[in-house]
């Protein structure tokens, strides 16, 4: 009672101002593209943003991304090991909390309502209160710290990058109203045991390097980092309807006029060559990789679809992580697990990168640029010509299990799905329920489960239904 009364109190005798965006926080717009800073100095030195999409002066923009696809454009160029660009979405509250907590009079106009899948405890009004109690503040940064509050809910990362790495990520939350914002304490925050808290903090991440496919994504590879790109990421229902389950989320990447489709794990005998993130593909690369499985104890991808469905707000922001120096999006993570391990390399930065304050200090003119925001349709917010990619070599010190073939190295599979010879026909790989099994650029199976017909949703994806 004694620290709900104190952070009610200081919230009634504090008020919230309005901000200068570009000299302060660093952030500007231009046309249709926002530019977030890493370090601005002036009166006080500031570290690192986040904003909000905004349908109104007094409400978050709302979106139910199931059956849709969510497209935007973005320049990583200059960002380096240690910072993350972060586009995600968070089941908010579309009035930032103002209705809902007397002691909130600020609401979304405000930026209040902040909630996310690590709980965070650094935010310094919950619930219409200050998060004053055993407020501890960072060493080094005068702004931040931690209180005894945090503020989850469910979390669809759909972009967290820099120029080395890049993941997408669903985190779900056993939160009130399927993952909605819901006040934290103690061991419900996640603290002191990571995993037993009521969201998921690792969530199921693809992220090209950590599986296996070393030549995609980085400075002057496939998916060139030192060149704006398209990213478009697609939410596939088993009913094809914003109301269905969700089984399926896609991704891939529009760049100098071509569409590159997402690339496929690279541990044969240890992994099927997955390209998305599917609820199979989750709970094999969990038991691969020997991750600890929260996401499946918070209801997986089937939760995270029921939490999508009631509305998220988009969040576009820049940071720095004075938890894990961000090694766990662009190094080798834990630091002390053989790199050579399946799952452990996510990125080629070294292990003692990433701490902020050198890279504050090293890269204080680090920023993204996001722009060209679309939503839409699935197959509705991109154009280009579709290319296929060539196998990858394998990861270094990685050797398939016994008995395991190898594809080549270098070869290039059919970019068209070809009927088998009537002589001496090969077995034909068998697509799952749901999953995809023709469109433009698409070379995984194309024969589909039994009691289900591949059918064509549009002319990039065909799915088995």
Sequence with gaps: MHSQRLGTQCASRCALEGANYTQTYGISTSGNALTLKFVTRGENTNIGSRVYLMASESRYQMFNLLNK???????????????????YFVQMDEDGGMSKHSGNKAGAK?????????????????????????WNPSPNDTNAG??????????????????IATAYTPHPCQTNNDGGQQRCTGQQCGTPIRHDGICDPDGCDFNSFRMGDRTFYGSGLTVDTTKKMTVVTQFITDNNST???????????????????????????????FDSLSQKFCDD???????????????????????????????????????????????????????????????????????????????PDAQVIYSNIKFGDIGSTYSGTPITLPQP???????????????????TPSSTPTNPSTTNPAPAATQTKYGQCA???????????????????????????
């Design 110 to 134: 405000y930026g209040t309502g902040y909630c996310d899948s690590q709980c965070p405890r650094d935010i310094k009004y919950i619930n219409g209160e200050a998060n004053v109690e055993g």
């Design 393 to 411: 070599p394998l990861p270094p010190g990685y050797n398939p299990p016994s008995g395991t073939s190898t594809p080549p190295t270098g070869t």
């Design 243 to 273: 109301t269905g389950n969700l089984v399926d989320i896609r991704r891939l990447y529009v760049q100098d006029g071509r569409v590159i489709p997402n690339s496929k794990v690279n541990f044969p005998g240890l992994l099927e060559p």
């Design 439 to 465: 469109g433009v650029g698409y070379t995984g199976p194309t024969q589909c489960a039994a009691g289900t017909v591949c059918t064509q949703i549009n002319q990039f994806y065909s799915q088995c239904v």
């Design 285 to 363: 690369a969990k038991r691969a990789f020997e991750d600890a499985t929260s996401f499946q104890k918070q209801g997986g991808l089937v939760h995270m679809g029921r939490s999508l469905a009631k509305g998220h707000v988009l969040v576009l922001s820049i940071w720095d992580d004075h938890t894990a120096n961000m090694l766990w999006l662009d190094s080798s993570y834990p630091v002390s697990a053989d790199p050579a391990k399946p799952g452990i390399a996510r990125g080629t930065c070294p292990t003692d990168s990433g701490d902020p304050k050198q890279v504050e200090a090293d890269h």
């Design 69 to 87: 696809e969510f497209t935007f454009d973005v320049d990583v160029s200059k960002l380096p090991c240690g910072i993350n660009g972060a586009l």
């Design 146 to 163: 931690t209180g005894g509050f945090g503020t989850c809910c469910a979390e669809m990362d759909i972009w967290e990058a820099n120029s």
